[in-house]
Nanobody, 121 residues
Framework: QVQLVESGGGLVQAGGSLRLSCTASGIIFSINVMGWYRQVPGKQRELVAAITRGGSTNYADSVKGRFTISRDNAKNTVYLQMNSLKPEDTAVYYC???????????????WGQGTQVTVSS
C-alpha cells in the first residue's frame, strides 16, 4: 500500500499563486509516477499534471505555462506550483501515485484525500 499526504491549497484571488505538496509513504518502490488530478462537482476527475521518477512531465493543456510540477525523489514528495490562477481552476485537487503501464496510463493507482483550491474573481 501507498499512503499520500497532501498539503497546501486554500483560497486565493485570481492571478495569485498557490503550491501543493504531496508526500508518499509505504511500498513506494511500486510507483514510478506521481501527479495531481482535480475534480469539480458533477464532472469527471481530470489530470492536471504528472511527473515520472525520471522527471518526464505531462500537463493538461489548460494549465500549460501556468502550473509547474516537480518532485524530490529523496523525500518522495511531489509539488505543484500554480501561478496565474483563474476562477476555473477552482476544484478539489487530488494527489495521485501509480505505476506507468502504456503511455501515461497507470496501474496500482493511489489517491490522496484531496485538498480544496478556490480562486475568487
Amino acid at each position: 500500500q501507498v499512503q499520500l499526504v497532501e498539503s497546501g491549497g486554500g483560497l486565493v484571488q485570481a492571478g495569485g499563486s498557490l503550491r501543493l505538496s504531496c508526500t508518499a509513504s509505504g511500498i513506494i518502490f511500486s510507483i514510478n509516477v506521481m501527479g495531481w488530478y482535480r475534480q469539480v462537482p458533477g464532472k469527471q476527475r481530470e489530470l492536471v499534471a504528472a511527473i515520472t521518477r525520471g522527471g518526464s512531465t505531462n500537463y493538461a493543456d489548460s494549465v500549460k505555462g501556468r502550473f509547474t510540477i516537480s518532485r524530490d525523489n529523496a523525500k518522495n514528495t511531489v509539488y505543484l506550483q500554480m501561478n496565474s490562477l483563474k476562477p476555473e481552476d477552482t476544484a478539489v485537487y487530488y494527489c495521485h501515485a501509480g505505476r506507468l503501464a502504456t503511455g501515461w496510463s497507470t496501474l496500482y493507482d493511489y489517491w490522496g484525500q484531496g485538498t480544496q483550491v478556490t480562486v475568487s474573481s
